[in-house]
């Protein structure tokens, strides 16, 4: 008989993504659909239930190939679900919604300080507390007898029927915890919140079983063990730490998507007010509760707002020759890009995104936008004291501009990138695994032969012009 395989449920924003998974860490098979935002009477939200189906299908011709023996899920931050009497009676909300100005001003003014919460205040949805505030502001009663799950554990549920929250979820720009105290935040418990979300579990902590009913429709056995899962970045983090050049190092792991998130793991300890929250700093938590100091910016999202969407990614490898020949003519040019494109988020929350000396090539377009990449993320490491070692996965870790130019821009740094598309995965695995250990090495980054010193300059001079001092 087959060995029983681990399957992994990634919930991105963009993304979902299911994948197969011997014990020793081998991808066996792996199926992804894009996310939809259906609109609801009163907000956009997240499309679980077309999800759900789409999980239900593919489990199924899973299942056909042998045993199954656990799934995890693995979910993107600043969503939560309301379930009461088995149903859920609240869509999640999407983080990108747009919120009222008479809410957000009313919310706020219940916000604990970022020194208490390590949650900075951002735009639209993407402070959890503030979607709740606003569905309990359409509908008093919604929150009666009802019970709150993140969304990684919202799935957990849909799986096994069991409910619980978890710290990585609960940590990440939430408002509702409190990272120094491991416990909810005073917000959270005044507010009445707190006592709503469903009991506290470990990342890796089995749940449950899969319902009778799923089951049924899936052709898996009642017993595969369902475990609690975790927050995305948390799970790269978890992958990251496989590697003997991370370890227990103090290093730094950048996680490249939509957004790029830096998290330095393993600091010394730190003053959460060293932090500035206005430029999307943080305080994430691992899955030992522990405070990460973090930074972030909406790297990917802008990279495609800049290169059009439908158009060769600027991680294509066959372009990636071509692209760096471009980097020369685009410092010589001095064309470049002022941040920010995504605004209210990253370092530069309120600057206006514009083109300086704009190419007609467009090799050169996307080098530049590669470098604006890295120059932003430069200014994002430095928020948090980033040294030592630097890892950069995900899908931009293949846009050799890009991380080529991160290598140029911090010399004092090893940096290194991990080409597997599957380190979220792999880092859910790792938790049913600690002993796991990443099949392929990491790859050293070489920096770029261009010298970026005067270019960065430049760039630096005209973001202050703009009223930011970098």
């Not at 990634?10 to 939809?36: F, I, Q, Y």
Request: aromatic share 8%; net charge negative.
């Amino acid at each position: 008989m087959k060995p029983a395989e681990i399957i992994v449920l990634d919930v991105g924003k963009t993304l979902s993504k299911l994948s197969a998974w011997t014990s020793d860490g081998e991808l066996v098979e792996r199926a992804a659909r894009p996310n939809a935002s259906p609109q609801t009477p009163h907000y956009r939200a997240l499309d679980t239930e077309a999800t759900f189906e789409w999980v239900v299908e593919t489990l199924t011709e899973f299942s056909k190939r042998g045993p199954i023996r656990a799934i995890i899920p693995v979910c993107h931050g600043a969503s939560a679900a309301l379930v009461r009497d088995g149903q859920l009676v609240a869509p999640p909300m999407d983080y990108e919604q747009p919120v009222p100005d008479a809410i957000r001003e009313a919310y706020w003014a219940e916000r604990d300080p970022f020194a208490v919460n390590g949650s900075p205040s951002l735009p639209d949805g993407l402070n959890l507390g503030t979607q709740l505030f606003w569905l309990q502001s359409i509908n008093p009663g919604l929150f009666d007898a009802a019970t709150i799950m993140p969304l990684a554990q919202f799935w957990a549920w849909r799986l096994s029927g069991v409910a619980t929250s978890e710290v990585t979820s609960l940590g990440c720009h939430t408002d509702l915890w409190s990272p120094a105290e491991q416990d909810f935040s005073p917000m959270a418990k005044r507010l009445g919140w707190a006592e709503k979300f469903a009991p506290l579990a470990r990342a890796g902590d089995v749940i449950g079983r899969l319902s009778p009913d799923l089951a049924a429709k899936t052709g898996l056995s009642e017993r595969v063990e369902i475990h609690c899962g975790l927050h995305d970045s948390n799970a790269a983090l978890v992958a990251a730490r496989g590697f003997p050049e991370i370890a227990d190092a103090d290093c730094t792991i950048l996680s490249t998507g939509t957004w790029f998130v830096a998290m330095r793991s393993m600091a010394d300890a730190f003053d959460p007010a060293s932090l500035e929250p206005g430029r999307d700093c943080l305080i994430n938590v691992d899955i030992a509760g522990r405070p990460v100091p973090s930074a972030r910016f909406m790297g990917g999202r802008e990279i495609e707002t800049l290169i059009g969407i439908d158009t060769r990614r600027v991680d294509i490898k066959p372009d990636q020759p071509e692209m760096l020949a471009s980097v020369a003519p685009v410092i010589a040019n001095e064309a470049m890009l002022l941040p920010t494109f995504a605004p209210g988020f990253g370092p530069f929350p309120e600057t206006k995104g514009t083109w300086l000396n704009q190419p007609d090539n467009w090799f050169q377009r996307r080098a530049a936008a590669c470098l604006y990449a890295a120059m932003v993320m430069d200014e994002s490491l430095d928020l948090i004291g980033a040294r030592g070692t630097l890892l950069v996965e995900g899908r931009f870790a293949e846009a050799e501009v890009f991380v080529r130019g991160l290598a140029r821009l911090r010399p004092d740094m090893k940096v290194y990138t991990t080409h597997a598309h599957n380190d979220v995965s792999f880092g859910a695995l790792r938790l049913l695994n600690p002993d796991l250990k990443p099949a392929t090495p990491l790859s050293p980054v070489r920096p770029l032969e261009d010298e970026l010193a005067a270019y960065q300059t430049a760039w630096r001079d005209r973001v202050n012009e703009q009223g930011v001092v970098a």
